[in-house]
């Protein structure tokens, strides 16, 4: 079971990164899933998540500047977190999970974000 995160990188204040995770070894579509962030110094703190019908829900220091979506379709188990308007706050370390509450839960590497001022 593996979630492998990437386009994490270093932005200017206003531009975009999608990040991408990866799964594998797990039946995607029944997970849970969500973007965490941990800056430094600071606990991870939850970004966003979908349900597995595809519901979302959103921090409010990224509502309507971040979009979680997910692809369940042709075996490409994949969760996406378009990320617009960047702020310098919105530097840290992002990882993504998999999650079926009280049954299991998986965490990927983490993909670091920079944004400079």
């Known amino acids: 079971v593996q979630l492998q995160a990437s386009g994490g990188g270093l932005v200017q204040a206003g531009g975009s990164l999608r990040l991408s995770c990866a799964a594998s070894?797990?039946?995607?579509?029944?997970?849970?899933l969500a973007w965490y962030r941990q800056a430094p110094g600071k606990q991870r703190e939850l970004v966003a998540r979908i349900s597995t019908g595809g519901r979302t829900d959103y921090a409010d220091s990224v509502k309507g500047r971040f979009t979680i979506s997910r692809d369940n379709a042709n075996a490409k188990s994949t969760v996406y977190l378009q990320m617009n308007s960047l702020k310098p706050e919105d530097t840290a370390i992002y990882y993504c999970?998999?999650?079926?509450?009280?049954?299991?839960?998986?965490w990927g590497q983490g993909t670091e974000v920079t944004v400079s001022s």
């Open positions: 999970n998999a999650q079926i509450p009280s049954l299991h839960d998986v």
């Open positions: 070894g797990l039946l995607f579509s029944i997970y849970a």
